[in-house]
């Protein structure tokens, strides 16, 4: 049996889930999910669920069932949370897995095994990401006359997509928030390229990309994050469907690009992920243009 924790926004979780299938698949094991390790990323994201997005119909586990059939380290909250916090302590626990750096373990096949991490690296489902692919494809979404409307709009345009994320970027240790000036390159690099683009921008401060990047492309842009309908899995399905993307780093902005199926598609993304190299992450392409 496989247990996955789930926490964390779309992007993350959409790894978390993927490292936790492929696994399933290879060791011919049940995968199940459970939401409730973290209980601040949980008030986060109460309203995002994997099963309703991508309509997976997951098994998910409760407290109590890890209760019955982990070891008993996890069983009370407040071990459980000392013990998250100082990994050292994790030796003690050996079908607990959790994630230190973006460096592929080694999992041996044991009764239980515990995934918690990020998993931010596609290495952990390379055998099997057509299948994923064509799982995420899956956003299930009420359509409306408004989203049609973009939907239709991005097919037959030069569609750009450019995600820009903010919001706790701004003051995380861990991520770079780039600003204006690497949008703007990106933009200057892919004009060059393509005639008559039309950006389409996805974000989650809408007022920073009016005042510092819709004015540079004119009238060829709609914010898309502006309106109303707009909610993570609609912007995560008409990331996808622009025949071009400008990313940023961010696990979104991954899916995005990766869910696109246009061959000839440009993707322009930051030279830089982290602010410290991370000597094992596997994100990038080689066919993405570096800024």
């Known amino acids: 049996m496989i247990i996955v924790s789930l926490f964390g926004g779309l992007g993350n979780q959409m790894f978390q889930y993927a490292a936790g299938l492929a696994l399933a698949k290879k060791l011919n094991r049940k995968v199940f999910f459970n939401e409730n390790f973290n209980s601040v990323f949980k008030k986060q994201y109460k309203n995002l669920d994997l099963n309703k997005i991508f309509n997976l119909q997951l098994n998910k586990c409760s407290?109590?069932?890890?209760?019955?059939?982990?070891n008993f380290?996890?069983?009370?909250?407040?071990?459980?949370?000392?013990?998250?916090?100082?990994?050292?302590?994790?030796?003690?626990?050996?079908?607990f897995i959790s994630e230190k750096n973006f460096k592929i373990k080694k999992l041996k096949k044991m009764k239980f095994i515990y995934l918690?991490?990020?998993?931010?690296n596609q290495m952990y489902f390379h055998n099997y990401t057509n299948h994923i692919i064509k799982t995420f494809k899956k956003i299930n979404f009420k359509n409306n006359y408004k989203l049609s409307k973009i939907y239709k709009f991005i097919k037959i345009q030069n569609s750009v997509s450019v995600h820009v994320r903010r919001g706790d970027f701004l003051t995380n240790k861990i991520n770079i928030n780039y600003n204006k000036d690497y949008y703007l390159s990106a933009i200057r690099i892919l004009e060059k390229k393509i005639k008559k683009t039309y950006y389409f921008f996805f974000t989650d401060d809408v007022e920073w990309v009016k005042k510092n990047l819709q004015?540079?492309?004119?009238?060829?842009?709609i914010i898309v994050s502006s309106y109303k309908f707009s909610t993570p899995e609609i912007d995560l399905f008409l990331m996808s469907k622009c025949k071009n993307n400008i990313i940023t780093n961010s696990t979104f902005s991954w899916w995005g690009t990766k869910l696109n199926s246009n061959k000839n598609k440009l993707v322009i993304a930051p030279k830089k992920w982290?602010?410290?190299?991370?000597?094992?992450?596997?994100?990038?392409?080689?066919?993405?243009?570096?800024?």
């Open 274 to 291: 982290f602010k410290k190299k991370q000597k094992y992450i596997s994100l990038e392409d080689k066919k993405w243009i570096r800024v």
């Open 63 to 70: 407290d109590k069932f890890l209760n019955d059939n982990l």
């Open 73 to 95: 380290y996890l069983r009370n909250n407040i071990i459980k949370k000392i013990f998250y916090r100082f990994k050292f302590l994790q030796f003690l626990v050996s079908n």
């Open 215 to 221: 004015n540079y492309v004119k009238k060829n842009s």
């Open 116 to 120: 918690h991490g990020y998993f931010q």
